[in-house]
T-cell receptor
Framework: GEDVEQSLFLSVREGDSSVINCTYT??????LYWYKQEPGAGLQLLTY?????DMKQDQRLTVLLNKKDKHLSLRIADTQTGDSAIYFC????????????FGKGTKLSVKP | NAGVTQTPKFQVLKTGQSMTLQCAQD?????MSWYRQDPGMGLRLIHY???????DQGEVPNGYNVSRSTTEDFPLRLLSAAPSQTSVYFC???????????FGSGTRLTVV
């Protein structure tokens, strides 16, 4: 069945770039998403990319999509302590229901 | 403020009790979903709806019921609570255009 894989932890120093990686299995995915979850809070949509795009940039965030390898990455430039959170990759898989499959989340820790 | 509203934020139940988690959205979204989040498991889909009067099962539907009598509301019912249902529950909604789901702030449920 469909699956989304992410590494569980990433630690960076403040000011460095962070790269969070994700692989997915459903080649018919239409949209791919990155969500951010801060402690005790719900999920906040950070950005999304349509499956026919290779790259999307939004201020400090850059999303790269390699559809051939089914690999998605989120790069956060100039990472700040406020970026410490869990980041979820999700795919909207094929079909009219529009459901999302989530990875288990990558916990980003930013050290001052 | 527009968005997804979940109530209650916290709940403690005894094994065997029933209760309803409320979810309401005011964005006129067609799609609504319930997810549960458990440590190390990411988010798993419980039930979803693509419009009023239409519901379907997700990945982990057992022990839960839903209904969608209006576009705005999508309550989740626990029929007979079990300790395995201790979790954080998130409701989410989306338009059919797929531009990302909006999540509520979650209900933290403990079953003792």
């Amino acid at each position: 069945g469909e699956d989304v894989e992410q590494s569980l932890f990433l630690s960076v120093r403040e000011g460095d770039s962070s790269v969070i990686n994700c692989t997915y299995t459903d080649s018919s995915s239409t949209y791919l998403y990155w969500y951010k979850q801060e402690p005790g809070a719900g999920l906040q949509l950070l950005t999304y990319i349509f499956s026919n795009m290779d790259m999307k940039q939004d201020q400090r965030l850059t999303v790269l999509l390699n559809k051939k390898d089914k690999h998605l990455s989120l790069r956060i430039a100039d990472t700040q302590t406020g970026d410490s959170a869990i980041y979820f990759c999700a795919e909207r898989y094929g079909g009219s229901q529009g459901n999302l499959i989530f990875g288990k989340g990558t916990k980003l820790s930013v050290k001052p | 403020n527009a968005g997804v509203t979940q109530t209650p934020k916290f709940q403690v139940l005894k094994t065997g009790q029933s209760m309803t988690l409320q979810c309401a959205q005011d964005m006129n979204h067609e799609y609504m979903s319930w997810y549960r989040q458990d440590p190390g498991m990411g988010l798993r889909l419980i039930h979803y709806s693509v419009g009023a009067g239409i519901t379907d099962q997700g990945e982990v539907p057992n022990g839960y019921n839903v209904s969608r009598s209006t576009t705005e509301d999508f309550p989740l019912r626990l029929l007979s609570a079990a300790p395995s249902q201790t979790s954080v529950y998130f409701c989410a909604s989306s338009s059919s255009r797929g531009l990302g789901y909006t999540f509520g702030s979650g209900t933290r449920l403990t079953v003792v």
